[in-house]
């Protein structure tokens, strides 16, 4: 029996009038959602929070197997769940595999942290029992993008309610069904009570809302610097923590001592990955001058090899870009950057939103492409001379979320990266890595660090109370 029922997805509780979920890659309609507006967003908020205070004091064994169950059921229904994965993002299907692996993963991790050791007994000056405790903030408000729409939602969503909150979802409506209400669906059949997770797609006003709801103390963003910018700014007027995770513009540097035969493939998925529109996408390749030229030509020969194309129907590498707006500015960004001097090694042509694996050589500082993130299938190649050169190159960027380093000499590929500001370091791999069990976040302007797995996810979705007990009522002077 399917999982998801299109009846449900025009819902009269919202306000905001019909969306229409399209299919990037031939731009047929696949259903209708409903937007919700700032005062949906309002009175989900404020049903969040009457929900949660019961929910919080649900048995933790009882949360964990709500989420136990949610994760068996991203497995079970993979099948229909991949198909809206791969229809409505342009994932190929193995890139739908593994959101749908890392989501299951993701909750199966949040049904262990409802039973975490969430406290410390302290020492005190007075005679009683002193100690620590995390408690749920209360309602959670988590925005997620469209190019992982599955796991930037539920790597949130589920060590929130596995910690007693409730949640206030709003995906990108361009992936409205298979970042939010799949993750609605699954979680209801799971078990989940009603009242704790609210799916509201939505555009900026309702993100906007959900910010500055005083019901919403906590919020989790994952999506372009320049909006995390404007979340943190207005966080921050209400008081209130938000978790941003941003984009980036990650370095692969490649040693002399690297073997090419390995490297190329390595080095076009982290580029090439779902169409490039991956926040830890490899956007910047240094390479040894030593090995420069024969990697331009090599990466440029396995983009041309790489197949383009409606993943639904054909076997494809790469699917289509997300809609026009990011094609026009992929585009944009290459040929603003050969007109600056780069060379068209690969690539730079598209049909429709099918956009060529596109090489660029001979870039610079002054490469649009090689110093924004552009979003896209684009990998910028620049020469370096010597290692102190390759990490003030690599450490020359607003951003820093991921760093890959190819060597034969793994101790020298760790001792370069202490030198690169990042909140993640590959040694031998690419800059496209997830795990539900590894902390996950950049500095600088891709964001504010590290807020999943684990000990991340208690900081992020608790507050610590300190609590006292005494026998009898204290005695004072007066």
């Avoid at 791969?86 to 193995?94: D, K, L, T, Y």
Wanted: charged share 20%.
């Amino acid at each position: 029996m399917p999982l998801l029922d299109p009846s449900t997805w025009q819902s009269p509780s919202l306000s905001g009038g019909e969306y229409a979920v399209t299919e990037p890659a031939t731009g047929d309609r696949l259903g209708t959602v409903t937007l919700a507006t700032a005062e949906d967003v309002g009175a989900a908020a404020r049903a969040g929070r009457a929900a949660q205070t019961e929910w919080a004091r649900v048995p933790h064994f009882v949360r964990a197997a709500v989420l136990r169950k949610a994760g068996d059921l991203f497995t079970a229904h993979a099948d229909e769940l991949r198909g809206w994965l791969v229809r409505e993002s342009g994932s190929i299907p193995g890139k739908a595999d593994f959101e749908l692996h890392v989501a299951a993963q993701e909750c199966y991790e949040a049904a262990a942290l409802a039973s975490r050791p969430a406290g410390q007994v302290l020492p005190s000056e007075a005679p009683r029992l002193s100690y620590t405790r995390r408690v749920p903030v209360g309602v959670v408000g988590v925005i997620a993008p469209f190019n992982a729409p599955l796991i930037l939602s539920i790597r949130s969503v589920a060590p929130a309610l596995a910690l007693g909150n409730a949640v206030v979802l709003k995906p990108d409506p361009r992936t409205a069904i298979c970042g939010g209400l799949s993750l609605a669906a699954v979680f209801a059949e799971a078990g989940l009570p009603e009242g704790l997770l609210h799916v509201l797609p939505g555009g900026p006003e309702a993100g906007q809302a959900l910010v500055a709801d005083p019901s919403v103390p906590v919020i989790s963003f994952t999506g372009s610097t320049a909006a995390g910018r404007a979340v943190g700014e207005a966080a921050g007027r209400h008081l209130k923590r938000a978790h941003l995770e941003l984009g980036g513009n990650s370095a692969l540097i490649v040693l002399e001592d690297a073997d090419l035969d390995a490297v190329i493939s390595t080095a076009a998925w982290g580029s090439f990955f779902h169409q490039g529109q991956i926040c830890m996408t490899t956007g910047r390749h240094l390479v040894h001058r030593s090995l420069y030229e024969e990697y331009v030509e090599r990466l440029a020969a396995k983009a041309d090899s790489l197949a383009v194309g409606d993943p639904h129907r054909t076997e494809v590498h790469l699917g289509p870009l997300i809609d026009s707006g990011q094609l026009n500015k992929v585009h944009g960004l290459v040929e603003a950057s050969t007109s600056r001097g780069a060379k068209l090694a690969a690539g730079g042509t598209h049909e429709q939103l099918f956009y060529r694996p596109t090489v660029l050589a001979g870039t610079d500082d002054g490469t649009p492409a090689y110093a924004e993130e552009v979003f896209g299938p684009v990998a910028p190649v620049r020469s370096f001379a010597t290692a102190d050169e390759a990490a003030a190159r690599a450490a020359a960027s607003a951003y820093g979320l991921s760093l890959g380093i190819v060597t034969r000499d793994t101790a020298r590929g760790l001792d370069l990266a202490e030198r690169i500001p990042t909140g993640i370091v590959h040694i031998n791999d690419q800059t496209v890595n997830d795990e539900a069990v590894a902390p996950f976040g950049g500095v600088a302007a891709s964001g504010t660090g590290a807020r999943f797995g684990g000990e991340a996810n208690l900081e992020a979705f608790t507050d610590v109370r300190w609590t006292t007990v005494r026998g009898d009522v204290a005695p004072y002077p007066f």
